[in-house]
């Protein structure tokens, strides 16, 4: 079974920077990170969950909505089976609670995510 295990966000102020990291084990037959779409979604209390920066199995042009392009980056080691989302400029309406995801990525952030990583909090605010 696929786990994914998400490092601590964090409280910071607006304009700092943050990175996230998630660590994938368990994948079947011995396959790695770089086999599989990989995203990162968000989720503010009310509200559904966003994905905000995915990217393929063979990593072409990763997909950013416009409220984090430029300011985001999502990125893989597949050596170390895990994934990155470097986080710049943060913007107090960042705050959510930040998920990692790997599976079948179809287009943008759609696609079959059965595995999803615990949560971790970011919260920006002065």
């Known amino acids: 079974q696929v786990q994914l295990a998400e490092s601590v966000g964090g409280s910071v102020h607006p304009g700092d920077s943050l990175r996230l990291t998630c660590t994938a084990s368990g994948f079947p037959g011995g396959l790695t990170l770089n086999y599989y779409g990989a995203g990162w979604f968000r989720q503010v209390p009310g509200k559904e969950r966003e994905g905000i920066a995915c990217m393929s199995e063979g990593d072409d042009q990763p997909y950013y909505p416009a409220s984090v392009k430029g300011r985001f980056t999502i990125s893989r080691d597949s050596a170390k089976n895990t994934m990155y989302l470097q986080m710049n400029n943060l913007k107090p309406e960042d705050t959510a609670i930040y998920y990692c995801?790997?599976?079948?990525?179809?287009?943008?952030?759609?696609?079959?995510?059965?595995?999803w990583g615990q949560g971790t909090q970011v919260t920006v605010s002065s």
């Open positions: 995801t790997v599976g079948n990525l179809y287009r943008h952030c759609e696609g079959d995510f059965r595995n």
